[in-house]
Nanobody, 117 residues
Framework: QVQLVESGGGLVQPGGSLRLSCVAS????????MGWFRQAPGLQRELVGL???????SYVDSVKGRFTISRDNAKTTIYLQMNSLKPDDTAIYYC???????????WGQGTQVIVSS
């Protein structure tokens, strides 16, 4: 089992920035990839970006150039730096862990981000 705990959400004005964190604990055996997803009211959960075990990152087009995923040296905490936030970025943001050997996935409880003036 893997436990994921997100933090850092909140209310921010358009154009502002927020940094989300996700701490993973439990049976963290590589290789695995982690990432961020989000779900806006009335919509399906969508991918925001991923960070591979190698450290390479990928992003959905709508956040490229504005959002950055990074992680600590232990590979157990990932971050989502969100800049130039827009009202459309309003959603619950979820951390995701995928164990590549088995395909097992784990989710955090989510952290709310509201972009509004």
């Amino acid at each position: 089992q893997v436990q994921l705990v997100e933090s850092g959400g909140g209310l921010v004005q358009p154009g502002g920035s927020l940094r989300l964190s996700c701490v993973a604990s439990g049976s963290i055996d590589g290789p695995y990839r982690m990432g961020w997803f989000r779900q806006a009211p009335g919509l399906q959960r969508e991918l925001v970006g991923l960070i591979a075990y190698s450290g390479s990152t990928s992003y959905v087009d709508s956040v490229k150039g504005r959002f950055t995923i990074s992680r600590d040296n232990a590979k157990t905490t990932i971050y989502l730096q969100m800049n130039s936030l827009k009202p459309d970025d309003t959603a619950i943001y979820y951390c995701n862990f995928l164990r590549e050997a088995t395909g097992a996935q784990y989710w955090g409880q989510g952290t709310q981000v509201i972009v509004s003036s």
